[in-house]
T-cell receptor, first 112, second 111 residues
Framework: KNQVEQSPQSLIILEGKNCTLQ??????????LRWYKQDTGRGPVSLTI?????NTKSNGRYTATLDADTKQSSLHITASQLSDSASYIC???????????FGKGTRLHILP | DVKVTQSSRYLVKRTGEKVFLECVQD?????MFWYRQDPGLGLRLIYF???????EKGDIPEGYSVSREKKERFSLILESASTNQTSMYLC??????????FGPGTRLTVL
């Protein structure tokens, strides 16, 4: 069964620190993997998108990595800011059909 | 700038009422989606549509129906709202299997 699992479920760090969020998936083969940021009470916004042949993709202070062999992705946030407090959702699109699979998200809290 | 709009940010309805949630996108996308999001469960797909007048059931279609009369508009209908349909409802659109663009969400409370 295709699954996407994220860890940790929640994370608290101090402003200015770095952090890494994990995403493990069993979807195979897959078309692309995306990371979304969702602020409280708002819809998700795309941060990065990677195909199976890409290893890394950056968007400002956000860097996503992908290891297609181990079926793992990570989202690294550098020099965190208070505005980074949000849920981060990993999403995988299978090749076979258009039913994309969402992880349950990691809730990140940045403390001043 | 791409845009997906939803008719209401907050909505309170009574059990048994018929509820319409509307979603409009201005990107000429073929695909549109309705999700609900609940704590600890993440995003779950209710229905999606690949073309006008075309609809497909998602993972949790029970208690919902949809309508896509025009390309830019995708409506979610709760025929008889129940308390377990209290949730955050998110609409999204995409072109083919590309990136999904989400609306701001509608927080529905059914009393």
């Amino acid at each position: 069964k295709n699954q996407v699992e994220q860890s940790p479920q929640s994370l608290i760090i101090l402003e200015g620190k770095n952090c890494t969020l994990q995403c493990n998936y069993t979807v195979s083969p897959f078309s692309n993997l995306r990371w979304y940021k969702q602020d409280t009470g708002r819809g998700p916004v795309s941060l990065t998108i990677m195909t199976f042949s890409e290893n890394t993709k950056s968007n400002g202070r956000y860097t996503a990595t992908l290891d297609a062999d181990t079926k793992q992705s990570s989202l690294h946030i550098t020099a965190s800011q208070l505005s980074d407090s949000a849920s981060y959702i990993c999403v995988v699109s299978p090749n076979r059909d258009d039913k994309i699979i969402f992880g349950k998200g990691t809730r990140l809290h940045i403390l001043p | 700038d791409v845009k997906v709009t939803q008719s209401s940010r907050y909505l309170v309805k009574r059990t048994g009422e018929k509820v319409f949630l509307e979603c409009v996108q201005d990107m000429d996308h073929e695909n549109m989606f309705w999700y609900r999001q609940d704590p600890g469960l993440g995003l779950r797909l209710i229905y999606f549509s690949y073309d006008v007048k075309m609809k497909e059931k998602g993972d949790i279609p029970e208690g919902y129906s949809v309508s896509r009369e025009k390309k830019e508009r995708f409506s979610l209908i709760l025929e008889s709202a129940s308390t377990n349909q209290t949730s955050m409802y998110l609409c999204a659109s995409s072109n083919e299997r590309g990136r999904q663009f989400f609306g701001p969400g509608t927080r529905l409370t059914v009393l």
